[in-house]
Nanobody
């Protein structure tokens, strides 16, 4: 599985961005998908994940109510809608794929990673 993230940019605090992650392959729906982020000088952290069917999602407390993950299995795409952005959301955002949804919940190492896309939120 190859993953390509896009949609990052510069936005003011309170604004919105939507990230996209395009996946290759014909078995996209068999993979749980998720987003992670890494801010300068900090460790990578889990943001949110979605099951292969799209029926189950989970998000970190820091983004609950503001970020929404979704997927379109017909188009091999996963999205991260980010609303009410804060300066502390500034980071490089990475999409990831793994056959097991629990990998995201247990902070395991996902099998596939995309390149990052920079999100910068100005105050």
């Amino acid at each position: 599985v190859q993953l390509q993230a896009s949609g990052g940019g510069l936005v003011q605090a309170g604004g919105s961005l939507r990230l996209s992650c395009a996946a290759s392959g014909r078995t996209f729906s068999r993979y749980a998908m998720g987003w992670f982020r890494q801010a300068p000088g900090k460790e990578r952290e889990f943001v949110t994940a979605i099951s292969g069917s799209g029926g189950t999602t989970y998000a970190a407390e820091s983004v609950k109510g503001r970020f929404t993950i979704s997927r379109d299995n017909a188009k091999n795409l996963v999205y991260l809608q980010m609303n009410s952005l804060k300066p502390e959301d500034t980071a490089v955002y990475y999409c990831a794929a793994d056959p097991n949804y629990s990998t995201f919940l247990l902070a395991g190492e996902c099998d596939y990673w995309g390149q990052g896309t920079q999100v910068t939120v100005s105050s």
